[in-house]
């Protein structure tokens, strides 16, 4: 409960840094993925960003925390996130997708806030 807490409270302060002008564009390299294919989400961020996180809202509306980076490349099982910081964009893979993969991906950037 409480790490989900925190992931909500980080979220707001993201969403604050947004209105200061981080804004975030998210692609799926296929809009209907079919089980058992592999795809990528990518982010784009219009400002550098200091780190990154990758969440899945699973069909019955649980939100779950995949990555958290602030540079590099992370794995997990059958999921793979990098984040560049000086290009601007994070990406997730999903390797060999499954029904349990289903869900709404989304990410979240946090910039240097003054």
């Not at 799926?28 to 795809?39: D, I, M, N, R, V």
């Not at 060999?96 to 946090?110: I, K, N, P, R, V």
Request: aromatic share 10%.
């Amino acid at each position: 409960m409480e790490s989900k807490l925190g992931a909500l409270l980080w979220l707001l302060w993201v969403q604050i840094c947004w209105v200061r002008g981080l804004q975030v564009e998210q692609s799926l390299s296929a809009q209907s993925p079919q089980e058992g294919t592999s795809h990528t989400l990518r982010c784009n961020f219009s400002a550098t960003a200091t780190q990154v996180q990758w969440f899945l809202q699973n069909p019955g509306g649980s939100l779950i925390s995949l990555f958290y980076l602030a540079s590099g490349t992370k794995q997990k099982g059958r999921l793979n996130s990098t984040f560049n910081a000086k290009e601007r964009y994070s990406t997730l893979h999903i390797t060999t997708t499954q029904l349990e993969d289903s869900g709404t991906y989304f990410c979240a950037a946090e910039a240097q806030c003054s």
